[in-house]
């Protein structure tokens, strides 16, 4: 069974930082581009960052720009989300998800993602 599982949520003051993970199971994901995105309460799944294959080519948000960087270890079959600087309006469950029909660039389309992880939850108190 393929599954993606995020884990190092939690609660954070503000500025605080946090390291999620995404684990891979199943199958390689080493040549798929995959991605983090966020949903907050009463809001639309956002975006956050993507990574292309190789972990070359990345795509930031604006809103977390200069904040949180994406890499990913495909030998451990694992991608990371390292914020910092974190802030209230951060708060939300954050996914990972892989485009398998992706093996160049980073991916930035939702309704490209064909496997999702359950998601972790990210509160940053004020």
């Known amino acids: 069974q393929v599954q993606l599982v995020e884990s190092g949520g939690g609660l954070v003051q503000a500025g605080g930082s946090l390291r999620l993970s995404c684990a891979a199971s199943?199958?390689?994901?080493?040549?798929?581009?995959m991605g983090w995105f966020r949903q907050a309460p009463g809001k639309e799944r956002e975006l956050v960052a993507a990574?292309?294959?190789?972990?070359?080519?990345?795509y930031y948000a604006d809103s977390v720009k200069g904040r949180f960087t994406i890499s990913r270890d495909n030998v451990k079959n694992t991608m990371y989300l390292q914020m910092n600087s974190l802030k209230p309006e951060d708060t939300a469950v954050y996914y990972c998800?892989?485009?398998?029909?992706?093996?160049?660039?980073?991916?930035?389309?939702?309704?490209?993602?064909?496997?999702w992880g359950k998601g972790t939850l990210v509160t940053v108190s004020s």
């Open positions: 998800a892989a485009d398998t029909d992706n093996h160049g660039g980073y991916s930035t389309d939702y309704y490209a993602m064909d496997y």
């Open positions: 990574i292309n294959w190789s972990g070359g080519r990345t």
């Open positions: 199943g199958r390689t994901f080493s040549s798929d581009a």
